[in-house]
């Protein structure tokens, strides 16, 4: 038998495989190691170039979003425009390291300084489908476009100057006023708000262009609220165009506001109307005054919810919406009288109206339709409307021509009441507008007043247009009904105007009782539409006969002009103007 015998083999690692082990892991530790380092790195990095990126993006909405195109406001003076925005809010104020709120320099976030800085490069274009040049044209004001390159600037953790920078182009105009600025998806226009021009006689259209435009008063008499010591007008005017599209409507509210010394001083903010020379147009503005010395407050009496709260509003601002010193409030009588306009959504105060013409119309010369009267047609209905019109705007471009500076015209003491010799007999077809008789014993008559704003610089451009030809739209002027505003009287009446006008105008809704306690103090005037005290033969503007008895020739019609009418009088006022119509009775 044959014996084997197997050895047994011991296993195991020698030094150097051990070492070599240990070299190959301790590279591969050094190798993530550095990849850790450059990802956490790169991951800085990025970090800080995303907030970079995002410094420079809201430097580029700062510089877009300028107010204005120029500095240079030729129809504001320097003293209000700086009130209503910064200087570097300005288009042109953009260049070098220059213009928005977000000054140049340094930003720390985290623990990193980021430095922002940027350069401004202006372009111009020379012609029709040209290549815009960095060359400016002579008589140029403001550049087509700028290039603007935002850089940021910080230095990483390891000390490397590292920066970002973001070109952007800014033009002209702002992309809020054009069509993308309303409808970004489809370039569409804002909405169009259309009007419905309101009946004749009350509201009568004044065509203010060849293209049709027409300017209109949209109430067919002022809105009239007496409230204790406070009186206030409501109306509005509206622009609109042959389709009946709005193009303008402002808002007005007049009020005559009893006030008190407040013994207080501060700032008012007041209303302008003012020239763009970049949209050709007249904008509404408003500005910060400073008031030097004391000013007023509304006088309540105790009854703070009887007030109209525009009336505090023009205690404090004053007629001029200059501020009121106590001295000149006491001079007033102790009343105010404000012409507001709303700018914005806000009543502002603006300067007091100017009244340029007051007229005295029978009512059936623009309808006879609410008088029950035939014999007129459409075709003159028409034509009597077109009369008026070219009335009032010739009288617009009168003003112009003869008024070269706003303070000449705020001094004119004439009134136009000229439109019965413009307008011949009032006869149309076979009525007559002035006859009363037995058949149709009730004729209304109307004041019409028509008032005007001087306008600002900049509206001729230069010498591109003359009063002859300057686009009436602008134009501030407001043809108003005054029928529920002014005083009526007939020759039938011995009495003046002074007193009847001040006594009989109590705050009752149709009586005729004479000096009512709401309108105390003594000779204030509360504005209604009650019927006049005269055996109720005749309301507003309205006469009839009466069994025979009641026989005028002539008919009066009055109104205040120290504030032209809209509000009546304060107590010291005492300047009117009068115009009258001789009429028929059978």
């Known amino acids: 038998m044959h014996l084997s015998k197997n050895k047994s083999r011991e296993l195991g690692f020698s030094l150097i495989e051990v070492m070599l082990a240990v070299l190959v892991l301790a590279i591969g530790i050094l190798g993530v190691s550095k990849l850790q380092t450059s990802l956490i790195r790169s991951g800085g990095d990025a970090n800080s170039r995303a907030i970079a990126a995002s410094l420079g993006q809201k430097k580029i909405d700062d510089l877009r979003r300028f107010i204005h195109l120029t500095t240079n406001r030729p129809d504001i003076p320097d003293a209000w425009a700086a009130t209503l925005s910064p200087t570097s809010l300005a288009f042109t104020h953009i260049a070098d390291n220059a213009g928005g709120l977000i000054n140049s320099g340094t930003t720390t976030v985290g623990n990193i300084v980021y430095s922002t800085s940027w350069s401004v490069d202006d372009y111009y274009y020379t012609g029709l489908n040209q290549v815009a040049t960095t060359t400016a044209p002579s008589g140029v004001s403001h550049s087509d476009f700028k290039k603007a390159s935002i850089i940021i600037s910080w230095d990483d953790v390891g000390g490397e100057r590292k920066n970002v920078t973001l070109d952007s182009v800014l033009e002209a105009r702002s992309p809020v006023f054009t069509g993308l600025g309303e409808d970004s998806s489809s370039a569409g226009y804002a909405p169009i708000a259309k009007y419905t021009p309101q009946a004749a006689p009350d509201v009568v259209p004044i065509t203010i262009d060849v293209d049709g435009v027409k300017k209109e008063t949209t109430k067919p008499l002022p809105e009239l609220s007496n409230k204790a010591n406070s009186t206030e007008v409501l109306f509005e005017t509206v622009t609109y165009n042959t389709d009946k599209d709005t193009l303008k409507r402002e808002e007005f509210r007049t009020v005559a506001c009893r006030c008190k010394n407040a ?324």
């Open 263 to 586: 013994e207080t001083s501060g700032y008012v903010r007041r209303g302008l109307t003012t020239w763009d020379n970049v949209e050709s147009e007249l904008v509404d503005i408003t500005y910060v005054v400073t008031s030097s010395g004391d000013t007023a407050e509304v006088d309540d009496k105790g009854d703070k919810s009887t007030i109209s709260e525009n009336c505090r509003f023009c205690c404090i601002n004053g007629r001029d919406g200059e501020g009121v010193t106590i001295s000149e409030l006491a001079a007033a009588g102790d009343f105010q009288v404000c012409r507001l306009k709303r700018v914005d959504g806000i009543l502002r105060v603006f300067s007091p109206w100017k009244m340029i013409a007051f007229n005295l119309v029978p009512a059936s010369y623009f309808n006879d339709g609410s008088s029950g009267l035939t014999g007129m047609s459409s075709v003159e209905q028409t034509e009597n409307i077109s009369t008026y019109s070219n009335y009032v705007t010739s009288l617009v471009r009168h003003a112009l021509l003869n008024h070269s500076s706003s303070s000449t015209f705020n001094a004119m003491s004439t009134i136009d009441s000229s439109f019965p010799t413009v307008a011949n007999t009032y006869i149309n077809g076979v009525i007559t507008h002035t006859n009363i008789n037995s058949t149709n014993s009730i004729r209304p008559f109307q004041t019409r007043a028509v008032y005007m704003d001087y306008p600002p610089n900049g509206v001729f451009e230069g010498a591109t247009y003359t009063a002859t030809n300057v686009p009436l739209d602008r134009i501030s002027f407001y043809e108003v009904n005054m029928t529920q505003l002014a005083g009526w009287r007939n020759d039938e009446d011995n009495t003046s105007f002074g007193t009847d006008y001040t006594s009989q105008h109590d705050s009752g809704t149709d009586s005729p009782t004479v000096g009512n306690s709401i309108c105390k103090p003594s000779g204030r005037n509360c504005i209604t539409n009650q019927t006049l005290v005269d055996g109720g033969e005749y309301s507003r503007g309205e006469f009839r006969v009466n069994n025979g008895t009641y026989s005028p020739t002539s008919i009066f019609s009055t109104i205040f002009t120290s504030n032209d009418g809209v509000t009546n009088k304060h107590v010291t006022e005492t300047t009117v103007s009068t115009v009258s119509l001789d009429i028929t009775t059978d």
